[in-house]
């Protein structure tokens, strides 16, 4: 990410090989000495895995021409307002091959959660179980840019709407089970929020469709998120990890 500075001067904020260099380019753009050290730890940290699912990626042989989006702190918002909001701040990394997204890692340096899948060919490998929720109710995550027609439509289809920072950790929530939807019908995301959780949402047999205005300004969905060399923003979309779910959100609300 480049961070623009009050002097006119421009930082591009990035993962470096040491450890030291990425603390000393942390504190050009951050003040707290242990939010630092912490978000520099993260993305430093050698990851482990249990035996078994070193053992389900074993034969495994990825491509050797990937694609790498790096976003190496997500939830800025989170960050500034600190306290309980620290837990809304994550690191994302996603590769994506052929404009798919195969492979997604997300550290929650403050809470040392880590989250991470597998969709390459007909491989799907997740370090989480795919969730189980008997609520008949439905929680969905929103951008924060939606307007009030759009929740009214959303809570009268007999959804709940959970109020949540950081599109990393709006993706976070999909994967984790908290909410069984991440609506977005704007622009406001970019590729490297998505690429990561959108991997391992397909490792879940989920899935981000986007969204586009169809006829009479009604929203369309789409096909799937693609992935490129774009900076520019992604369209609006919907992730889900619940095939079965979406295809009742998509009836409520005639997408």
């Given amino acids: ?24 380019l942390l504190s050009c753009v951050l003040k707290n000495v242990t939010v630092i050290a912490k978000l ?35 939830s800025t918002k989170g960050y500034i307002t600190g ?13 994506h091959y052929n404009s798919v997204p195969i492979l997604g890692v997300m ?4 809470t040392k959660d880590q989250i991470w899948g597998l969709a390459y060919e007909e491989r799907r490998i997740c370090n989480l179980p ?41 993706l976070g929530c999909v994967i984790s089970g908290k909410a069984s939807f991440f609506f977005t019908s704007r622009t406001g995301t970019f590729q490297w929020d998505t690429c990561g959780p959108h991997a391992i949402l397909r490792a879940m047999s989920g899935d981000i469709l986007t969204l586009a205005p169809g006829p009479n300004g009604r929203l369309r969905l789409g096909e799937a998120l693609k992935y490129n060399e774009s900076t520019g923003p992604n369209p609006g979309f919907i992730a889900y990890w619940d095939a079965r779910e979406m295809e009742k959100l998509k009836g409520k609300l005639n997408l």
């Avoid at 550290?107 to 403050?110: G, L, Q, T």
């Avoid at 008949?136 to 959804?159: F, H, M, R, T, W």
Wanted: aromatic letters at 4%; proline letters at 5%; charged letters at 25%.
């Fill in 1 to 24: 990410k480049q961070w623009h500075q009050r002097s006119g001067g421009k930082i591009d904020l990035k993962i470096t090989d040491d450890i030291d260099n990425t603390r000393r």
């Fill in 107 to 110: 550290s929650y340096p403050f």
């Fill in 83 to 95: 306290g309980s909001s620290l837990e809304s701040v994550t690191v994302l990394v996603g590769v």
């Fill in 130 to 170: 795919k969730p189980r929720i008997t609520s008949p109710i439905k929680n969905i995550v929103l951008s924060g840019v939606e307007s009030n027609k759009c929740k009214d439509q959303l809570l009268s289809a007999g959804y709940q709407i959970e109020a949540v920072q950081g599109a990393g950790h709006k």
């Fill in 40 to 74: 520099s730890e993260a993305v430093h940290k050698t990851i482990s895995a249990p035996d078994d699912l070193v053992r389900q990626c074993d034969g495994i042989m990825l491509p050797e021409d990937l694609d790498i989006w790096i976003d190496p702190i997500d």
